[in-house]
């Protein structure tokens, strides 16, 4: 009979537990383990500091952002699949192309440099984010 008795107590303390107030806030961690990558911002994750994210869109399909990082800051732009855009931030105008179906990509310096990288590519958050990143410098010859 105790042990039944137990037993409901530790039934009913758990159901407490877990009913207790559905509706209190909770701290929800910036990423989930249960499907990470899905909480992205404007700073690339590359220690190259630029990535190309592409979300799928039900209505229109892929999304791209090409995100960068730099002396200026944190910057995004929508850019089409090639993954290729010009822009001038406070250090110059730049120039990068993330040519992920080649699996390779470049930056143009304000000074006119170009370095040339090699990419990997991925899905993310439950497959419905996608990236491309840098993952070394290669020689530019192409």
Not at 50 to 78: H, P, Q
Request: proline share 6%.
């Amino acid at each position: 009979m105790n042990a039944s008795l137990s037993m409901y107590a530790v039934l009913s303390m758990l159901a407490g537990q877990i009913l207790a107030s559905p509706i209190e806030p909770m701290a929800v961690p910036e990423d989930n383990p249960i499907a990470p990558g899905c909480h992205q911002n404007s700073c690339p994750e590359s220690r190259f500091g630029v990535d190309l994210l592409s979300s799928d869109n039900a209505m229109t399909g892929w999304d791209y952002i090409l995100r960068w990082k730099g002396n200026c800051g944190c910057n995004a732009w929508e850019v089409s699949s090639d993954g290729c855009k010009t822009f001038s931030i406070c250090s110059g105008k730049h120039s990068v192309c993330m040519d992920w179906r080649r699996g390779r990509g470049h930056w143009v310096d304000p000074s006119g440099h170009r370095t040339c990288y090699s990419l990997a590519t991925g899905y993310t958050c439950l497959n419905t984010k996608w990236e491309a990143w840098p993952t070394g410098e290669v020689p530019c010859d192409w």
